[in-house]
């Protein structure tokens, strides 16, 4: 997962964009730095954290 494609799927999980990321970590388990280490791409995001994403993502379109 590229770091845009991992802020723009963290951003429709929290649903906000500015301030996603502290929302964003609550929802995952992990720690900020965790997620602006994805969001900058200095960190590689690991394939649980995507699973865990997108299993997130569909939930989130299931119950709208």
């Given at each position: 997962?590229?770091?845009h494609e991992f802020i723009q799927l963290g951003q429709q999980?929290?649903?906000?964009?500015?301030g996603y990321q502290k929302?964003?970590?609550e929802k995952l388990g992990v720690g900020t730095d965790s997620i602006k280490k994805y969001?900058?791409?200095?960190r590689l995001?690991?394939?649980s954290?995507?699973?865990l994403m997108k299993e997130l993502i569909d939930k989130t379109?299931?119950?709208n």
């Open positions: 997962m590229q770091s999980i929290a649903g906000v964009g500015h929302l964003l970590a969001a900058s791409g200095n995001v690991p394939r954290i995507e699973l379109r299931v119950n």
